[in-house]
T-cell receptor, first 113, second 113 residues
Framework: TAGITQAPTSQILAAGRSMTLRCTQDMRHNAMYWYRQDLGLGLRLIHY???????GKGEVPDGYSVSRANTDDFPLTLASAVPSQTSVYFC????????????FGSGTRLTVV | KQEVTQIPAALSVPEGENLVLNCSFTDSAIYNLQWFRQDPGKGLTSLLL?????REQTSGRLNASLDKSSGRSTLYIAASQPGDSATYLCAVRSGGSNYKLTFGKGTLLTVNP
């Protein structure tokens, strides 16, 4: 089934450690996104990429970095995790342009202790 | 700044009832609006995508309407079933460098057998 694959599905991480959340899509969408979902705050955009080789900051980019070496992959890296980064992280993609909807992955539940 | 509000935050109905979920947005300059469903601990599943030029979209028992000028959308669910129990999220795609998707905080629907 075409879509977005995220890994791992869940992770417990010690504060101060680094981690990369993986996201791969097979729909050849140009644009990809990372969101975090927190109770009471909803979904907030962390970083985005409109096309391979470009990235941009969303609402809550601090403490996170991304890269977009090719169309299919959009990893999210936490360089030095802090407890406030405990959240559920969703990767999404869409075709370029304003008329297209988003497709979401199943999420990564991250707990920083 | 675009803001999306969903009312009610939670709704409990008996099986078989028709129901309406509401979504409002502050900036009417949107490109499209998307309704998602999220089951507990799961990712987001797209239900309906309405372009700014459209008034409604239908899929099975679901009907979504859009009144862009007044900043409102409704999701109508006919003959509700216990399997419809989930959180329903409304999101609007607005202008900017990444055609940003802004989410409401969702309506938690419970359909009682």
């Amino acid at each position: 089934t075409a879509g977005i694959t995220q890994a791992p599905t869940s992770q417990i991480l010690a504060a101060g450690r680094s981690m990369t959340l993986r996201c791969t899509q097979d729909m050849r969408h140009n644009a990809m996104y990372w969101y975090r979902q927190d109770l009471g705050l909803g979904l907030r955009l962390i970083h985005y990429s409109n096309t391979a080789g470009t990235t941009g900051k969303g609402e809550v980019p601090d403490g996170y970095s991304v890269s977009r070496a090719n169309t299919d992959d959009f990893p999210l890296t936490l360089a030095s995790a802090v407890p406030s980064q405990t959240s559920v992280y969703f990767c999404a993609s869409s075709d370029s342009g304003r008329d297209y909807g988003y497709t979401f992955g199943s999420g990564t539940r991250l707990t920083v202790v | 700044k675009q803001e999306v509000t969903q009312i009610p935050a939670a709704l409990s109905v008996p099986e078989g009832e028709n129901l309406v979920l509401n979504c409002s947005f502050t900036d009417s300059a949107i490109y499209n609006l998307q309704w998602f469903r999220q089951d507990p601990g799961k990712g987001l599943t797209s239900l309906l995508l309405i372009q700014s030029s459209q008034r409604e979209q239908t899929s099975g028992r679901l009907n979504a309407s859009l009144d862009k000028s007044s900043g409102r959308s409704t999701l109508y669910i006919a003959a509700s079933q216990p399997g419809d129990s989930a959180t329903y999220l409304c999101a609007v795609r607005s202008g900017g460098s990444n055609y940003k998707l802004t989410f409401g905080k969702g309506t938690l629907l419970t359909v009682n057998p």
